[in-house]
């Protein structure tokens, strides 16, 4: 994959980044990183990976070696909703 040369920094992203191949069964292994990108110099990507929607994992800073990405792409902030989480999902109140 051909990467940007810039990235701008606060921006949301999703980075799909090879792991290898699995010597159990010969398939390649990927991990996808999403959060907002701290800086990028075209060597490596730091991003600050967005905690868990249930709180299982928190937040943490993340670098990836460009040669290890596969693929890279911007996403939208995630929805921010507040109150009982009945009632944000009752249409008829």
Known sequence: MRLPEH???G???VVRCTLGV???DGREKYRDVVGHV???DGDTLTVLRDESANG???AEVVTVEAATIVRLKPIPERPKFG???I???DPIQ
Do not use: Y
Request: proline share 14%; aromatic share 4%; net charge neutral.
């Open 7 to 9: 990235i701008p920094t």
């Open 11 to 13: 921006a949301r992203i």
């Open 22 to 24: 699995d010597e159990h």
């Open 38 to 40: 701290l800086g990028w």
């Open 56 to 58: 299982s994992r928190p």
């Open 83 to 85: 109150g009982d989480p």
């Open 87 to 89: 009632s944000r999902h």
